[in-house]
């Protein structure tokens, strides 16, 4: 059965410094997104992007984020200049227009 | 401000026993129910979605849905100790597209063999 794919599973970076994480939707999927999960609490949405363009963005989803579809697997969200408070798993999905499928998720420590 | 609120638990049910898991969003415009299940340390898992009011039935699980009432739940029938984990309910304001989802914060189910 297709599934997401995320990478790197675990990214521990220094305050100030630039991640990028990646993603492998389902390969008939037409839409994604990133979420994150802070330790302890809720999913939250970041944004969606669908026809190579964002759809939705959170109000988190500041200037400090970015999302690229770079070729027709990867879909990766860039952070620059990381903060402490960055740290927490971020998951990717995609879904054809219905139900969203997520990835195993990337876990972001920044130190 | 969209929210989605969910009893954090934990809730313990006996093994063979019914869960239930209640769920209420603040959304009216709200089209699209989603309960997903997550195991500590895990992404969320897909168990089943719901658009219409009335009941769904999938396996041992139930989800029920009331607009009126914004309401959702979900029923776990004949519970397993593989069913222990935390329950996320979503909601979406469409049924199809690109609308994003709204999680509660979930309710952690054990399930006691």
């Known amino acids: 059965e297709p599934e997401v794919t995320q990478t790197p599973s675990h990214q521990v970076t220094q305050m100030g410094q630039e991640v990028i994480l990646r993603c492998v939707p389902i390969?008939?999927?037409?839409?994604f997104y990133w979420y994150r999960q802070i330790l302890g609490q809720k999913v939250e949405f970041l944004v969606s992007?669908?026809?190579?363009?964002?759809?939705?963005k959170s109000e988190i989803f500041d200037d400090q984020f970015s999302v690229e579809r770079p070729d027709g697997s990867n879909f990766t969200l860039k952070i620059r200049s990381t903060k402490l408070e960055d740290s927490a798993m971020y998951f990717c999905?995609?879904?054809?227009?219905?139900?969203?499928?997520f990835g195993p998720g990337t876990r972001l420590t920044v130190l | 401000q969209k929210e989605v609120e969910q009893n954090s638990g934990p809730l313990s049910v006996p093994e063979g026993a019914i869960a239930s898991l209640n769920c209420t969003y603040s959304?009216?415009?709200?089209?699209?129910f989603f309960w997903y299940r997550q195991y500590s340390g895990k992404s969320p898992e897909l168990i089943m979605f719901i658009y219409s009011n009335g009941d769904k039935e999938d396996g041992r699980f139930t989800a029920q849905l009331n607009k009126a009432s914004q309401y959702v739940s979900l029923l776990i029938r004949d519970s397993q100790p593989s069913d222990s984990a935390t329950y996320l309910c979503a909601v979406r304001r469409d049924q199809t597209g690109a609308n994003n989802l709204f999680f509660g914060t979930g309710t952690r189910l054990t399930v006691i063999p």
């Open positions: 999905a995609s879904s054809k227009g219905d139900t969203q499928y």
């Open positions: 959304d009216r415009g709200s089209q699209s």
């Open positions: 390969s008939n999927h037409l839409y």
């Open positions: 992007f669908y026809n190579n363009e964002i759809s939705e």
